[in-house]
């Protein structure tokens, strides 16, 4: 009997390097959220600090305090950038999930169905073999009934 032979290998493995494609998509997306996340921590930690430092000047001078305020206001402006950049790349990365859910889904329906048929094709050459085995066990009676 022939070796077993899965013929739609080709599509399966065309569905595994699109799920590590896709893998690689997530990684990607989730390592761009991260930066982002790490930015507008710097960028709270360092608004922070700049307003301790506000709080602690002793000058009066109204320029000073100005120059202050609106360096602040960027700083504000600048979080505010990062924050929707985050939830734009938060976005991203649950799509790129979802995409790397079916293509998984896609891979292992091919997976099962290639099982499903290794036990077809198990069960069949254990059939095959029975019978060859059934064949030899007559011929060999019918001979010995001969020989006698």
Known sequence: MKRFEFRLDKVMNY??????????ELAQAMRLLLEAQIKASQLKKYKSCQLEEMTEL?????YTRLLYDKYILALNFHIKTAEELIAERMLLSEQ???ELVEASK????FEKLKEKKIEEFNYERNKWEQAV???CAKY???NQIMIR
């Open 15 to 24: 569905k595994k390097n699109i799920e590590e494609m896709k893998k690689q």
């Open 58 to 62: 002793q000058e009066d001078d109204i």
């Open 96 to 98: 790129k999930r979802l």
């Open 106 to 109: 896609a891979r292992r329906i």
């Open 133 to 135: 085995e059934d064949e």
């Open 140 to 142: 060999v009676h019918n």
